[in-house]
């Protein structure tokens, strides 16, 4: 018996030992990584600049594969998952970056190199009751070589008020549509509105945030506001439409109503481009079960940026927001928010309880990724939690994205939204708790 655990034990051991020691190949330990973590985006007409679905392709990008991974630019997931775990994370794990450098570094041996990789299934949606919302007036991007901010609105008009399942965007210039973020907004037929007329957007890098929303005449005649229900779609390269948990339901839509995008963010370009990106809108007769609701803290929102947020040139400065949960919530959805010299990030609640709660960490805070982070379940705070965000801003000459030289005191100018402005906002879509919520999947 004695003799059997031993001879087990040198077997094992001498079996990691060889494990250890293999070179890792493409089709066993390479394939399955870009499998999972890149081709989502490195695909033929996908949002990446070019495919990794073979090993020919992959082999001739390996040293700036290995250089791109290791400096964790790519896969693009600006959250420390050390900090906090979020649906569809992409981050790579140490061990991951190290095989794909010793790959690299051992000359990429093949292992089997006629493997293609597995393209992801498209997502699909069983409803086939929906309509086409286009822009009036497509997207025209200048060819300056640099990166354009949209805000925009896509009329939609429909016979009776009714009901969305899901919103699906699809991207024209796949190369160039870098995110997209759109809210639903819903006119009364008591009031009167010019939500269909031109212009349907605006370039932030040219004008100021207060004339942008005149400009798209948003508003009723009288200067009120309409219901606007948040963050009813959002893009990024590879994520194709989310739906929210069972249980939660769509949106209501009434005859009149807008999708206004704030923003969409196209990369940059040598050549003036025609983008005509348009939507999905899948129609329900189900009503909304819970609808959702959101906070918008730090700049223009709910509570101030503590100190005001300005960062004299060639300083570094931490600045800080609080706000206290007005009741017990469920957060679906939480949107870090700073545009170019941001640096830092971090976000978490304290229970009334004296417990922490992680919300999110971003340590190399990067304004082309913006993403919308989903806690894997519903994640609880209950009333009275109090969540803090602390957030450096770097105005040096040293941060590669300043966007002046020499560095400018930049601050936040009423909520301007030019991107050489600044804000601090963390927004949270969520809906009132009910019991149970934290076993929802969030996917
Ligand atoms: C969410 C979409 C997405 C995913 C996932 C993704 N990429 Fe990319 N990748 C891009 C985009 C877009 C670019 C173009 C540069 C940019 O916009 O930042 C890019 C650029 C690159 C480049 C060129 C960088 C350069 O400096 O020229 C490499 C190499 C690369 N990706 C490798 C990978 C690898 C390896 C993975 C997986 C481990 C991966 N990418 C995952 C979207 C993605």
Not at 292 to 310: A, M, N, R
Not at 316 to 331: A, C, G, L, M
Request: hydrophobic share 35%; charged share 15%.
């Amino acid at each position: 018996m004695f003799h059997r655990i031993n001879l087990l034990l040198i077997c094992c051991l001498l079996l990691s030992a060889c494990q250890m020691n293999t070179t890792p190949n493409f089709s066993e330990d390479i394939a399955p990584i870009v499998q999972q973590k890149c081709i989502k985006c490195h695909q033929q007409n996908g949002g990446g600049p070019f495919p990794l679905t073979n090993y020919q392709e992959i082999a001739s990008k390996g040293q700036l594969i290995a250089h791109v991974v290791q400096q964790k630019i790519m896969p693009p997931w600006p959250a420390d998952p050390e900090y906090a775990h979020f649906t569809g994370e992409l981050a790579l794990s140490d061990k991951e970056i190290n095989q794909i450098q010793k790959w690299v570094t051992s000359g990429m041996p093949a292992g089997d190199s006629s493997l293609q990789l597995e393209l992801p299934p498209n997502q699909q949606i069983k409803n086939s009751n929906f309509i086409v919302v286009k822009l009036p007036q497509p997207f025209l991007i200048k060819g300056d070589n640099k990166d354009h901010f949209f805000v925009a609105k896509y009329p939609i008009q429909v016979p009776a008020n009714t009901y969305i399942e899901a919103i699906e965007f699809v991207p024209h210039q796949l190369k160039l549509v870098h995110h997209m973020n759109a809210h639903l907004i819903n006119y009364s037929e008591t009031q009167t509105a010019f939500p269909h007329s031109a212009p349907y957007w605006v370039d932030q890098n040219q004008q100021e945030s207060q004339r942008i929303h005149k400009d798209l005449n948003l508003c009723y005649t009288d200067g009120s506001y309409p219901a606007m229900t948040p963050s009813v779609c959002n893009y990024l390269p590879g994520a194709q439409f989310s739906k929210y948990p069972e249980g939660i339901g769509g949106f209501s839509l009434t005859k009149q109503a807008v999708l206004y995008i704030n923003d969409i963010h196209f990369g940059p370009s040598p050549i003036p481009v025609i983008d005509s990106s348009y939507f999905k809108i899948y129609l329900t007769d189900k009503a909304p079960v819970r609808p959702v609701k959101e906070f918008q803290i730090g700049t223009l929102g709910l509570s101030p940026v503590v100190p005001d947020l300005s960062i004299p040139a060639n300083q570094i400065k931490t600045f800080k927001i609080e706000f206290t949960v007005p009741e017990d919530i469920s957060i679906l959805n939480m949107v870090p928010h700073m545009h170019l010299i941001g640096k830092k990030f971090k976000s978490y609640a304290i229970k009334p309880s004296g417990d922490t709660v992680r919300l999110i960490a971003i340590n190399q805070w990067d304004f082309r990724w913006q993403y919308f982070y989903r806690p894997p379940h519903l994640l609880k705070l209950p009333r009275g939690s109090q969540i803090y965000v602390e957030a450096v801003y770097d105005n040096t000459s040293q941060n590669p994205n300043n966007p002046f030289s020499p560095p400018q005191l930049i601050r936040d100018r009423n909520g301007s939204m030019k991107t050489t402005d600044e804000m601090l906002q963390l927004i949270l879509t969520y809906i009132p708790y009910k019991k149970g919520d934290e076993d929802l999947p969030n996917e």
